[in-house]
Nanobody, 125 residues
Framework: QVQLVESGGGLVQAGASLRLSCTVS????????MAWFRQGPGKEREFVAA????????YYTDSVKGRFTISRDNAKNTVYLQMNGLKPEDTAAYYC??????????????????WGQGTQVTVSS
């Protein structure tokens, strides 16, 4: 059984940095495409960043380009989201997701087979 557990969220001021981690239990982590999504209050879940199995290909939503970095350590079964220059509009619950394959639909929630429970990020102005 595959389980995803996120950590690293918190309450920070605008301009601060946080690093989210998502550790995956079960077999096959190194073959999964991984992603981060977020869901703000009253909003739909939206794509933030994705990374392929080897870490050589990444995608970001426009609003976080240049500020957020997704990476993975296959030896530790962990994917990270380094978030710099945080803004109040980044406030959301952040979810880690895993997919059996890295496809063109990397931005779509339906593409992912496993989800974590989420970690809250709150950015004050």
């Amino acid at each position: 059984q595959v389980q995803l557990v996120e950590s690293g969220g918190g309450l920070v001021q605008a301009g601060a940095s946080l690093r989210l981690s998502c550790t995956v239990s079960g077999r096959g982590f190194s073959s999964y495409a991984m992603a981060w999504f977020r869901q703000g209050p009253g909003k739909e879940r939206e794509f933030v960043a994705a990374i392929n199995w080897g870490g050589g290909t990444t995608y970001y939503t426009d609003s976080v380009k240049g500020r957020f970095t997704i990476s993975r350590d296959n030896a530790k079964n962990t994917v990270y989201l380094q978030m710099n220059g945080l803004k109040p509009e980044d406030t959301a619950a952040y979810y880690c997701a895993a997919a059996w394959a890295f496809s063109r639909a990397y931005h779509a929630t339906a593409n992912y087979n496993y989800w974590g429970q989420g970690t809250q990020v709150t950015v004050s102005s």
